[in-house]
């Protein structure tokens, strides 16, 4: 049988849009693990991930991944090089900033403990939210916030507060020392050049969802006329 080798890179010289595809693969891998599969070929890799197969050689080419010719990459080996090259091997403390029904369904996710991520605080404004508890967490007020990121040692700041907080909000999480956002509001914030920030627009994802499916019936329509 024939290794396939390749010299690790370091996570700095990994390209942006590896990085998401590599998110992707270790969620398919953790499945195929759960289903007790221990190899997968780059082909079944790549269209469980949504990829052609030749895109997944080149990103795990990053990684110094190896496999064998005609049996594939083992599961659970492949699995600890993504791990690794993503930071999920070490348990990463999470702040929950913003615990209205939105806040409070992501503190509900069990998938983030499952890949790596431990909410550590929830953080809020409002009276009626300060001092109950959600997911065995007591949500702090929000006025705490840079006792609470020193405390709980925080890693990631997730911020699902609304759009006219999401600033404010923003600015003083970067001056307690944290590096990492993720935005769920609907606003685009600014932030040094030190500081990894990502945002999820679930309004903008469902317009681009609305937009597919505009083509389609414009499809259908043609396709119609035509027969």
């Given at each position: 049988?024939?290794?396939?080798?390749?010299?690790?890179?370091?996570?700095?010289?990994?390209?942006?849009?590896?990085?998401?595809?590599?998110?992707?693969?270790?969620?398919?891998?953790g499945?195929?693990?759960?289903?007790?599969?221990?190899?997968?070929s780059?082909?079944?890799?790549?269209?469980?991930?949504?990829?052609?197969?030749?895109?997944?050689?080149?990103?795990?080419?990053?990684?110094?991944?190896?496999?064998?010719?005609?049996?594939?990459?083992?599961?659970?080996?492949?699995?600890?090089?993504?791990?690794?090259?993503?930071?999920?091997?070490?348990?990463?403390?999470?702040?929950?900033?913003?615990?209205?029904?939105?806040?409070?369904?992501?503190?509900?996710?069990?998938?983030?403990?499952?890949?790596?991520?431990?909410?550590?605080?929830?953080?809020?404004?409002s009276?009626?939210?300060?001092?109950?508890?959600?997911?065995?967490?007591?949500?702090?007020?929000?006025?705490?916030?840079?006792?609470?990121?020193?405390?709980?040692?925080?890693?990631?700041?997730?911020?699902?507060?609304?759009?006219?907080?999401?600033?404010?909000?923003?600015?003083?999480?970067?001056?307690?020392?944290?590096?990492?956002?993720?935005?769920?509001?609907?606003?685009?914030?600014?932030?040094?050049?030190?500081?990894?920030?990502?945002?999820?627009?679930?309004?903008?994802?469902?317009?681009?969802?609305?937009?597919?499916?505009?083509?389609?019936?414009?499809?259908?329509?043609?396709?119609?006329?035509?027969?």
């Open positions: 049988m024939t290794v396939e080798r390749s010299v690790a890179a370091d996570s700095r010289t990994v390209p942006e849009a590896t990085v998401a595809r590599l998110a992707t693969y270790l969620r398919v891998l499945a195929l693990s759960d289903r007790s599969i221990t190899t997968v780059s082909e079944e890799l790549a269209a469980a991930a949504g990829v052609n197969s030749a895109k997944l050689r080149k990103d795990l080419s990053y990684l110094g991944s190896y496999g064998i010719r005609g049996v594939g990459y083992d599961v659970r080996t492949l699995t600890d090089e993504i791990a690794r090259i993503l930071g999920v091997t070490v348990r990463r403390a999470v702040a929950l900033i913003g615990v209205g029904n939105l806040g409070q369904a992501l503190a509900g996710y069990d998938g983030f403990a499952s890949r790596g991520f431990r909410i550590a605080a929830l953080l809020d404004a009276p009626t939210l300060i001092g109950s508890t959600v997911r065995e967490l007591v949500v702090r007020d929000i006025a705490e916030l840079e006792q609470v990121v020193t405390e709980q040692e925080i890693a990631i700041a997730v911020l699902a507060v609304p759009a006219s907080a999401a600033q404010d909000v923003c600015d003083r999480v970067v001056a307690a020392g944290v590096t990492s956002i993720l935005n769920f509001a609907p606003v685009v914030l600014a932030v040094p050049a030190h500081v990894d920030l990502r945002k999820v627009d679930l309004a903008a994802e469902l317009q681009i969802l609305s937009f597919h499916e505009n083509r389609k019936s414009a499809a259908a329509l043609i396709a119609g006329g035509m027969a």
